[in-house]
């Protein structure tokens, strides 16, 4: 091979994938960014530049505000409750217990399932009197509820719906941690009379973080792109009880058509996403060990 050519060669090699970044990742935010400040175009009226308009809109859009508080306490209970439980099967399944193959079967199939089959899957457990939830209640006397259509109750389903399907994908790097750390580490361990807390504590945990930042990253990703269950489950409903911010963008973008309003949306969903992951990385960034 002509060395003076490898460089071309190279960019060659890497323009299929730049390509497709740039075309669905870095030209769409840029768009979105530039439509915020525009006007929706409405039939032969073009758009015009609003400047900050479609920004402060937001602080007066009840809707936007509850949309976003649903989110933050979305993101507040299921990105801690799906790393303890992924944690917590890994541990489980990387154990000497027999038939641990099988429990990493179980655990993980939820996991391949799809969205919209999980969903319905759910749907069937919450229904009112019919479904599993009311139907244990009724073992103890209790009368159904509606869970999907009590405010109080809404988000919470989703909630437990969003942990039981993501703990499964966390729990397979947590498991690939556990299973690249030096058994001589436990070994040392006991000949110092550690217990299995104090090793948990001690040196498993720390040697984790990596993984855990991992781990958050993506589940914190995932608890703002939530938008399927949604749809299926409750529709935002009831009375933006369950109402999640991508959610309300779609809504804003594809159902009423303001497609400047959504793209101001997407915007703050975004700024607020990358202010989230920095603080993350600065906050953990002196409690993690790499080996």
């Given at each position: ?23 669905f990742t ?29 920004y ?16 933050a ?8 409750a ?31 399932l799809p ?13 009112p ?62 000949l ?17 973080m ?8 993506n ?8 938008i ?53 990385f ?10």
């Amino acid at each position: 091979m002509n060395l003076r050519f490898a460089p071309v060669q190279g960019w060659l090699l890497l323009l299929p994938a730049v390509v497709l970044l740039v075309a669905f990742t870095h030209y769409p935010a840029v768009a979105t960014f530039f439509h915020s400040f525009f006007s929706t175009p409405v039939g032969a009226r073009p758009a015009v530049f609003v400047g900050l308009e479609n920004y402060a809109v937001m602080l007066d859009d009840p809707v936007f505000l509850t949309s976003l508080w649903n989110s933050a306490i979305y993101a507040l209970v299921t990105v801690p409750a799906a790393i303890v439980l992924a944690l917590g099967l890994a541990l489980i399944v990387n154990s000497g217990m027999r038939g641990k193959a099988w429990m990493r079967l179980s655990f993980f199939l939820p996991t391949m399932l799809p969205l919209i089959a999980v969903a319905n899957i759910w749907l069937f457990f919450y229904t009112p009197d019919y479904g599993l939830l009311d139907q244990l209640r009724s073992l103890a006397g209790l009368t159904g509820k509606n869970w999907l259509g009590d405010p109080s109750t809404a988000l919470a389903c989703l909630m437990v719906l969003a942990v039981w399907k993501e703990a499964g994908f966390f729990m397979i790097f947590y498991l690939a941690a556990l299973q690249q750390m030096d058994p001589a580490l436990r070994e040392a361990a006991t000949l110092e009379g550690a217990g299995r807390w104090t090793f948990f504590r001690r040196v498993t945990w720390p040697l984790l973080m990596p993984t855990t930042l991992f781990v958050m990253i993506n589940a914190l990703i995932n608890s703002f792109r939530l938008i399927d269950h949604v749809i299926v489950m409750t529709r935002g409903g009831p009375d933006n009880a369950s109402n999640l911010l991508l959610h309300y963008i779609y809504n804003v973008g594809f159902k009423y058509w303001d497609t400047a309003y959504a793209s101001a949306l997407t915007v703050v969903l975004l700024a607020l996403m990358a202010i989230l992951a920095f603080v993350q990385f600065a906050w953990m960034d002196k409690k993690v060990h790499y080996q």
